[in-house]
DNA sequence: AGATAGTCCTGTGGGC
DNA sequence: TGCCCACAGGACTATC
């Protein structure tokens, strides 16, 4: 599942091969995956075709290529959200197409070969639109129309412990479902939210009005820490659903200490002289992990 | 405002 | 061996 340091890395990998090409061919293989896309493939091919991509920028896991505008145009961008399974590879022209291509872009630049960037989705919960710059707090300074409403991610410097404390304490839920909430802080999902917390030594069921500042200020520093450690590794690969541009995987899996590690000791504990076994409890459709001693629950959890 | 259910999808895996 | 069905899971929408 690409969270914030996987779409980080294809971030990297698309500038590398993208940043100032043009797209010659523009090649719809799936109209499922433009489902965002207001105006159809037909528009979307139509005003892809011809476009010069500029440096892709990222917010969270919302990835985007502002197109170069022409005078008198207000300036429109490629978005791409990996979803569950997305993936974007470069290849050479020629390649066998993979099973699960979406889109195909063909990218050309004088004096160079052509290159194809490709959009590949197993699930098709993720997709390519075509949308408007909008004016941000991002450090580019803009964003898609459509990623409008997501907060800045938590490696943005705009984010600080004091506004992140501030957020939490003005909301009435429980921690994971703020880390999870995009609206609130972007950039997280189950993944990075289950070892920032186990990293912090905070349960998931934590009220947020609870939350002190010193714990704020831990957990924060813990999403970045284990964020940044991610993105050194490549990423987290659990499967073959997630790779870089390269097709190759990370291996951030094997330094996680808690998310998927249901049944195995915790490491801090070991650590200690003491035995406890990570557990895994049904949470929001799905699984949260966590220490029974270092994240004990909370007496008034909000789930 | 917060919580929940439904929707979009397909590969996987448990049950029989 | 093979069929069927439940299910995961990010983001969005509708509804309570």
Not at 201 to 221: D, I, K, S
């Amino acid at each position: 599942m690409p969270e914030l340091p996987e779409v980080e890395v294809v971030r990297r990998g698309v500038a590398q091969w993208a940043t100032g090409r043009r797209v010659e061919v523009t090649q719809v293989h799936d109209e499922r995956s433009l489902r965002r896309h207001v105006g159809g493939t037909e528009d979307f091919v139509e005003r892809l075709t011809g476009a010069v991509l500029l440096a892709p920028q990222r917010r969270g896991k919302f990835l985007w290529l502002p197109l170069e505008s022409t005078p008198g145009v207000s300036a429109s961008c490629l978005a791409i959200h990996l979803g569950m399974s997305g993936q974007v590879l470069i290849n050479e022209p020629g390649d066998p197409r993979p099973k699960h291509a979406k889109v195909t872009l063909t990218l050309v630049t004088p004096g160079q070969a052509a290159r194809e960037m490709r959009f590949i989705d197993q699930r098709i919960f993720g997709g390519m639109h075509l949308t408007q710059l909008a004016p941000s707090s991002h450090p580019c300074g803009s964003i898609p129309a459509t990623a409008a409403h997501i907060a800045p991610d938590a490696l943005e410097p705009v984010l600080d412990a004091e506004g992140f404390y501030a957020l939490l304490r003005a909301r009435r839920t429980g921690i994971k479902r703020a880390l999870l909430d995009q609206q609130l802080i972007s950039g997280v999902g189950n993944i990075y939210a289950d070892e920032a917390l186990w990293q912090a030594q905070l349960h998931y069921a934590r009220p947020t009005e609870t939350m002190t500042r010193r714990e704020a200020r831990r957990l924060l520093e813990a999403l970045r820490v284990v964020m940044d450690a991610a993105l050194q590794a490549g990423g987290t690969s659990f499967d073959a659903l997630y790779v870089n541009v390269n097709g190759a995987s990370g291996y951030f899996d094997r330094s996680l200490q808690c998310y998927g590690q249901a049944g195995r000791p915790c490491s801090r504990c070991e650590t200690a002289g003491r035995t406890t076994v990570i557990r895994r409890e049904p949470f929001m459709g799905r699984s949260a992990y966590f220490c029974p001693r270092c994240q004990p629950r909370p007496r008034r959890g909000r789930w």
